[in-house]
């Protein structure tokens, strides 16, 4: 990669505690071409927060600071709040875990796609329905006319997961954060769903951010992983070579699951003592 | 292993007018452990809350242990009988110890010596005694987990029907209560149901599986047809490959 999309040096993320501030980020660094980065950990390994913090979606009384977070050419951490909703949706976008939660109840679906695009650029009427439509079918869903019309409760978790992608993806952003896309799925919608991203991300050129805790699918759909453990990057590796992986952390992750023809009598369960330096857990 | 643990006979359920599992028949035999797999919305989980008297609206024949079950909740059945649900975080009540909430189940049969029988199940799930007298949001996921296992596992049944007992939780946590399940079961020769989309853990923990999809079942396999890859129905071969394994020919 040449000229890095992203580039992050030392992000930390604190959060003030009763017993002090506690750091969920502890300085991490990574930089990011226009290829598609797994990030891997358990829940509160800081995955979601990194997530975030690109964004600077994290608010009072958290605390967000980095020696350096550049997102193509523009420094994000001199961006003021007005700057940021400019690049929001517009270059950098992110899809969260749950549709029920993040689509508005109360308008449609093709409102809602609509709504995104609007947002940065002013377009007539009948370009932008034709656009939505559009996108609508790029993810996959049928009969585009009849579910742009819908209300979210009126689909299933899938089609509102794939709603969600389709909206985040019609401004056509740089960057797409997904933040657990497919952990509210069944594993047979979860497959369908991770190919659109994966086609339309490769299709356009995009770079991708996939958070994860399960690793099986983030070494499928991901170029590059990085393993987090309470606020570090433990480990950092090709996809393909996850199984020669070298830290304890991954290496008990990866023993840790079952597999498909499990024949052990007993899973190994990680020690956390073997690698924690004291703090956390 | 004469009689079956669990016997279904064309069940059928519905939740007010709309029918959700359709003609199912299965059988478990006692200390077996069974799976039922499928997406959302199959029917699964509806299956066991009709074994428990959850979803009153059936049709068919359920026996459990040679008995038939009636239509409501039903305080003999509850002993020979538990179930654990999916979410630690919501099926523990969160004002009670977990002294308290393993003490119920013999509070309500009227059963004596409830601190040693209390203490010796906290040690058979794996937690430490200073966890007794700890309310739910003090424990982690992983520990909820098992003091809902514990819970069922207070009148001593002898059928077990687990809810998605770890797709709330953590990989390593996942590990550690696969673990206890499996060590539960050969200790104390339990009979499980148990509901699950990721095939991965039937694989270590069951016996045999049941594919649903649609409120049907589609096929009923042995983990061995799981584990080289040949299940027969085009729908079980699907979520298998959705799940990561490699199809042989069935």
Known sequence: MSVPLLDVENLTVTFPTASGPVDVVKGISFSLGRERLGIVGESGSGKSMTGRAILKLIRK??????DEMVFDGIDLTAQSERDMRRLRGARISMVMQDPKFSLNPVMTVGEQIAEALVTHKKLPRRELRARVLSMLEAVRINEPERVAKLYPHEVSGGMGQRIMIAMMLIPEPDLLIADEPTSALDVSVQAQVLDIIDDLVTGKG????????????V???????????????VESCKAGDLHNATHPYTRGLIAAMPRMDEDREELPVLDHSAWTTGAGT | MTQAAIELENLSISYGKTPVVHDVTFSVAEGESFALVGESGSGKSTILRAITGLAPDWTGRIAVLGAPRGHAPDRAFAKTCQMVFQDPYGSIHPRKTVDDCL?????????????????????????DQRFRFRFPHQLSGGQRQRVAIARALMLEPRVMLLDEPTSALDVSVQAEILNLLKKLRREQ???YLMVTHNLPVVSFLCDRLAVMRHGRVVEIADAEALKTGRLADPYSRELYAASGGTLQPA
Do not use: F, K
């Open chain 1, 61 to 66: 009384p958290g605390r967000v600071t980095a």
């Open chain 1, 206 to 217: 995009m770079g991708l951010i996939l958070i994860s805790h399960d690793l099986n699918l």
């Open chain 1, 219 to 233: 070494a499928r759909y991901c170029d590059r992983i990085l393993v987090m453990n309470s606020g570090e990057i």
């Open chain 2, 103 to 127: 003490a119920e189940p013999l509070a309500v049969h009227g059963i004596g010596g409830r601190d040693q029988r209390v203490r010796d199940m906290l040690a058979a799930v794996g937690l």
């Open chain 2, 189 to 191: 020769g339990l009979t």
